[in-house]
T-cell receptor
Framework: NAGVMQNPRHLVRRRGQEARLRCSPM?????VYWYRQLPEEGLKFMVY????????ESGMPKERFSAEFPKEGPSILRIQQVVRGDSAAYFC????????????FGPGTRLLVL | QQQVKQSPQSLIVQKGGISIINCAYE??????FPWYQQFPGKGPALLIA?????SEKKEGRFTISFNKSAKQFSLHIMDSQPGDSATYFC??????????????FGRGTQLTVWP
């Protein structure tokens, strides 16, 4: 019974490059959430998706960030033209349909922008 | 603006002692309050959660106490063990349809349990 999977676990990018973070939810879960964690801070909500639908993206920066959860395959968080301030741990969580608040987190992707 | 305020920032407890972490909130629409445990380099793990219709919930050595009128809730870890050393986050979620899936997290408490 695999948990939430994220890859890569570590990602290094130079300023201006693109970062693609992937998340596969737990089996049977169709809700996916992305959170960002800066050092010494709690997690900040970014976006909530269901298959082929963005439910709430009010936590996403208006520019350079996008997320999708296609019918087939993992959810992807995409950051275009990364800047040093994007360096953080990005966590994905998933929940079952009937309990959207019961969220299980993956191990995270640590993004470092040089 | 921090929706959920957590204290203390760090906590040191002797093995066998009680660890207490507190959280406070203002939004009366919050209706779900989970606690997460995070070890270095790992993702947060759901520990225990409570809804405002009960004042206390216990699971093993972990207890949530909830005070609806004071808008505060706390995590108690009884008989604390060195293996409990981790960062603990409280969180809250409201019942509005537009933000149904969003968890608001506190800043975390770094717990160290000395053997």
């Amino acid at each position: 019974n695999a948990g939430v999977m994220q890859n890569p676990r570590h990602l290094v990018r130079r300023r201006g490059q693109e970062a693609r973070l992937r998340c596969s939810p737990m089996k049977g879960h169709s809700h996916v959430y992305w959170y960002r964690q800066l050092p010494e801070e709690g997690l900040k909500f970014m976006v909530y998706l269901q298959k082929e639908n963005i439910i709430d993206e009010s936590g996403m920066p208006k520019e350079r960030f996008s997320a999708e959860f296609p019918k087939e395959g993992p959810s992807i968080l995409r950051i275009q033209q990364v800047v040093r301030g994007d360096s953080a741990a990005y966590f994905c969580a998933s929940s079952p349909v009937e309990q959207p608040k019961t969220q299980y987190f993956g191990p995270g992707t640590r993004l470092l922008v040089l | 603006q921090q929706q959920v305020k957590q204290s203390p920032q760090s906590l040191i407890v002797q093995k066998g002692g009680i660890s207490i972490i507190n959280c406070a909130y203002e939004n009366t629409a919050f209706d779900y309050f989970p606690w997460y445990q995070q070890f270095p380099g790992k993702g947060p793990a759901l520990l225990i959660a409570i809804r405002p219709d009960v004042s206390e919930k216990k699971e093993g050595r972990f207890t949530i106490s909830f005070n609806k009128s004071a808008k505060q809730f706390s995590l108690h870890i009884m008989d604390s063990q060195p293996g409990d050393s981790a960062t603990y986050f409280c969180a809250a979620s409201d019942d509005r349809g537009s933000t149904l899936g969003r968890l608001y997290f506190g800043r975390g408490t770094q717990l160290t349990v000395w053997p």
